[in-house]
């Protein structure tokens, strides 16, 4: 991948297109190849030799065609010789679909679509290899994504009150512990998310 990563950032999956996208360049190209040297003979030999250019070609284009999920983003990249990249940041996703026909099921190929904030759009990619891992892929890190957003609040909250009380009331320090706590259950499942933010606005407001 071209894209640089940013700080604390990792890859949790690369993906290309379906290799079965270059099985039609290699097969004209093969044909032809038999074609020109049963022909042709030496000639044809020079030709076919010069023609192998077309499905190198596409398989540099396949080879930087990707798709890369990261902790913080999805980043579209694509052309050899020619460069696009596109970034989709994980908060910005709102949903994730795949869609696989019976030959995509039997191949292992299919289309995802990507549906993102309305400045953004929709996007919709093709002939993708392991279409439900990349869907998966995103939701499972939109998740950590939020688990992280969250535990920096908490963290940083936590740590204003504890400033907050340099002179020090124990009253706030043990808001600030229990707020901790409160966050700690979050995150084992003992509460749901809307639990956690009517207990933390209790103790808040105390």
């Excluded at 290799?19 to 042709?40: D, E, M, R």
């Excluded at 076919?48 to 250019?53: Q, S």
């Excluded at 499905?55 to 460069?83: A, H, M």
């Excluded at 030959?103 to 299919?110: L, S």
Aim: aromatic share 12%.
């Amino acid at each position: 991948m071209r894209t640089e990563l940013k700080n604390e950032e990792k890859i949790l999956i690369i993906i290309r297109q379906h290799w079965i996208k270059l099985v039609l360049p290699f097969f004209i190209w093969l044909l032809a190849a038999v074609l020109l040297i049963w022909l042709a003979k030496t000639t044809g030999f020079v030709i076919t030799l010069v023609a192998a250019i077309y499905p190198i070609y596409e398989y540099l284009n396949w080879k930087n065609n990707l798709w890369c999920v990261t902790s913080l983003r999805v980043v579209d990249e694509s052309g050899f010789f020619s460069r696009y990249s596109k970034e989709s940041p994980l908060e910005k996703i709102n949903n994730v679909e795949y869609d696989q026909s019976i030959w995509g099921r039997i191949f292992g190929f299919g289309s995802v679509d990507i549906q993102t904030a309305a400045e953004l759009g929709e996007t919709t990619y093709e002939m993708i290899h392991h279409p439900k891992l990349l869907k998966d892929t995103i939701t499972h890190a939109q998740e950590e994504y939020k688990k992280m957003q969250i535990s920096k609040q908490a963290t940083q909250l936590a740590e204003a009150i504890a400033k907050s009380t340099a002179s020090t009331r124990p009253s706030q320090q043990m808001i600030a512990d229990e707020l901790q706590k409160l966050f700690n259950l979050y995150q084992q499942g003992a509460i749901t998310q809307e639990e956690y933010h009517v207990q933390k606005n209790k103790l808040m407001s105390q």
